[in-house]
Every structure is written in structure tokens, then in C-alpha cells.
């Protein structure tokens, strides 16, 4: 970093921070994600002026920019990104087997990585970083989409509790391509039984719910709920 930056060049990477915060917390925002334009600016933001900061408190009397290869110049990064740790892990949330968040921590790491280039005067860096990661979040979300991915249902049937309509239940669900694991029975007092079914199988987030199947049981059982979930533990 320069040994004694003027204002004209802290002001270019102030604004330049904030334009690449801006340019990923907008995107972010529009997706309806929990870091949006505001939080990314802030982050990246803070990132940047304390590196400014550090770059402006360095001794610089009687040396030159040679001399600072020799100094721990990594304790002040390393320190912001493990304070951004703590951010990005409030982010993640878990309710059962679905996992939400990680994309938005990980937004927020290289947030906070392309604010310390700016502030720290590598604005290539910081440009191209900037760019890598928009073309990451917006360009790869059509490849992401359409990656097949492990899939999971609880399927709950009406239908006589008896081994033969158990393994009937499976082997019509198998024909379609689907693996059905039996979990348990329900029944009520003078009410017929409600058999639970897991039902698995991977197809990717642009190929929609499998109608497919439900149309088939519907034919032959009285379909009481399919309940999807996101992932399955693996």
C-alpha cells in the first residue's frame, strides 16, 4: 500500500468500496436475501476504512515501502474477517433438515475481502474481485438451478395398514423412479389407516413438484398430504 495516500486516492477507494458493496448488496436485495444493499455497503464499508486506517497509523518516518515486508501487516485482516465470521454465522439458520444462509455468509466473506483490497490501495484486486464474484451470484445461479440435487417428501396415504398394501404402495412409487421407505401408521377409532411414506429421489429446482407421482397414487389411494422439504441429511 502506498505510503502516503492523499485524499483524492482514499476518497477513490471509499467510493469504489461502496460501489462494489452496492453492486452485490443490490443484487442480493432484489433476491429478497437477508444481507442486502445496505448491510453489504456496511460491510464492505467497514472493512475498507480499517484498512485505510491502518495504512494511515503505519510509521512510515525514514522508511521505505520495501521495508514494511518485514512487519505483521495480516493481524488487522485477519482480525476483521473473524469479526465477519461471527456476522455470517448469524446468517445461517437451520429448521430440521433444511440449511438456509450459506450463500449469504459466504457473500459476506468476500465482501469483506474485496473491502480490505480497496482500502488497503489494490484496486485491481478489488475490481476484479468485484467482478468474479457478481458473475459468481448472478452468472452460475442458471448452472446452480439446474443441478439435480437429492430431494425428500413425507407422503402420507390412505390405506389398509397391511404388509401387502405396503410393499404395493412402494413398488408403484419405484416404477416412476422414486425410492419409498415405509415410516409408520396412524390410525384413529373407526377411520381408516394413514400410512407415512419418505419418498426420495433428485431432479433439480427448475423441474418443479412431481406431479407426475401424485397423479399416480391418486389413481389408486386417497392422497392425504406430501409435504416436500429442501434437502436430505446426507
Not at 489494490?122 to 467482478?131: F, R
Not at 404402495?169 to 416412476?176: D, G, K, Y
Request: proline residues 4%.
Amino acid at each position: 500500500m502506498p505510503l502516503h495516500p492523499g485524499w483524492e486516492e482514499i476518497a477513490l477507494r471509499l467510493f469504489l468500496t461502496v460501489v462494489a458493496g452496492g453492486i452485490i448488496g443490490l443484487d442480493r436485495g432484489m433476491r429478497g436475501h437477508a444481507a442486502g444493499l445496505r448491510t453489504s455497503i456496511l460491510v464492505c464499508l467497514a472493512a475498507s476504512v480499517a484498512m485505510i486506517q491502518a495504512n494511515l497509523l503505519l510509521p512510515v518516518s525514514g522508511k521505505t515501502a520495501a521495508s514494511f515486508g518485514v512487519m505483521d501487516l495480516m493481524r488487522l485482516p485477519l482480525g476483521i474477517l473473524t469479526g465477519v465470521g461471527f456476522i455470517g454465522a448469524g446468517t445461517i439458520l437451520r429448521r430440521g433438515d433444511l440449511v438456509t444462509g450459506v450463500t449469504t455468509a459466504a457473500t459476506l466473506w468476500v465482501l469483506t475481502v474485496i473491502g480490505l483490497c480497496f482500502g488497503g490501495g489494490q484496486i485491481a484486486l478489488g475490481v476484479v474481485a468485484t467482478v468474479l464474484s457478481v458473475l459468481t451470484i448472478t452468472g452460475l445461479q442458471w448452472l446452480d438451478v439446474r443441478i439435480p440435487r437429492r430431494q425428500r417428501a413425507i407422503l402420507i396415504l390412505e390405506s389398509p395398514a397391511t404388509a401387502a398394501a405396503i410393499q404395493a404402495v412402494t413398488e408403484l412409487i419405484a416404477t416412476r423412479g422414486y425410492l419409498a421407505r415405509f415410516c409408520r401408521e396412524s390410525r384413529q377409532r373407526d377411520a381408516p389407516a394413514h400410512l407415512y411414506f419418505e419418498i426420495s429421489w433428485k431432479q433439480a429446482e427448475t423441474d418443479g413438484p412431481p406431479i407426475d407421482l401424485l397423479d399416480l397414487l391418486a389413481r389408486s389411494y386417497e392422497v392425504i398430504s406430501f409435504e416436500l422439504a429442501a434437502e436430505v441429511p446426507q
